[in-house]
């Protein structure tokens, strides 16, 4: 009995490990293209990107986080899981869950590459103190939710194209919800960490790089 309960769940383990592979070549392919289009960025926008980023992370050190917009944090980590979790509910989700991993890693890789660009080599440490607790947090909550989300988007997929024939139906049981509202409480936290932290981090920063 146990026997064939081991051998009904395995199966399963390996799809959503072999998912959770793919999705991550996704994510890797879209470092690359972010720092290989970070890399064709002309000379003469140089000096003018140190200027921005300088700008930019001196106020974003600064501010006091009751100053910055709350909201606009909570959609900055919310952003992709929160898509994850939506495109479950699709179809159309097996195609566009691969792009949003590509479009994560794209994003990130070329934003450490416009510091990294601007700052040299210390640009890493100020886009740690940017962004580094929040992909802390949002990368796995990302491929927690991804993960389930493209294989109950390959479930509705194979129900619009059985042409009549009976399928099993998709069902978004108590785990599904479990592992939502626990990435949610995640990065809910996350959120508030990085209200009060981020500016500080920051401020440390660029105490090291601009002094």
């Known amino acids: 009995m146990n026997g064939s309960r081991q051998a009904a769940q395995y199966p ?18 879209g ?17 003018e ?3 921005y980023l300088t700008d930019y992370v001196y106020l974003y050190g600064q501010t006091a986080p009751e100053g910055r917009a709350f909201w606009e944090t909570v959609v900055i980590y ?4 929160l898509l994850a979790v939506f495109l479950g509910f699709t179809s159309v989700g097996v195609v566009l869950l691969p792009v949003v991993a590509v ?11 416009c510091f990294t660009a601007a700052f040299g080599g210390e640009g ?18 990302f491929f927690l939710l991804a993960v389930p989300s493209w294989q109950t988007s390959w479930a509705l997929a194979g129900l619009s194209l059985g042409r009549g024939q009976r399928c ?37 920063a660029l105490e090291r790089v601009l002094s």
């Open 12 to 29: 399963r383990q390996t799809v959503s490990v072999s998912r959770l592979l793919f999705l991550a070549l996704f994510f890797l392919g």
């Open 31 to 47: 470092i690359l293209l972010g720092q290989v289009l970070a890399g064709k960025v002309p000379d003469g926008t140089g000096d």
């Open 49 to 51: 990107l140190t200027r």
């Open 78 to 81: 919310f952003r992709y899981p």
């Open 103 to 113: 479009a994560f890693g794209f994003f990130l890789s070329f934003s450490v590459s």
């Open 124 to 141: 890493v440490l100020l886009a740690l103190a940017v962004s580094g607790l929040r992909c802390a947090l949002t990368l796995p909550c």
């Open 168 to 204: 099993a139906p998709v069902v978004y049981g108590r785990v599904w919800w479990l592992r939502a509202g626990l990435a949610a409480a995640v990065l809910l936290a996350g959120v508030c960490a990085d209200h009060a932290l981020s500016p500080v981090l920051l401020r440390l």
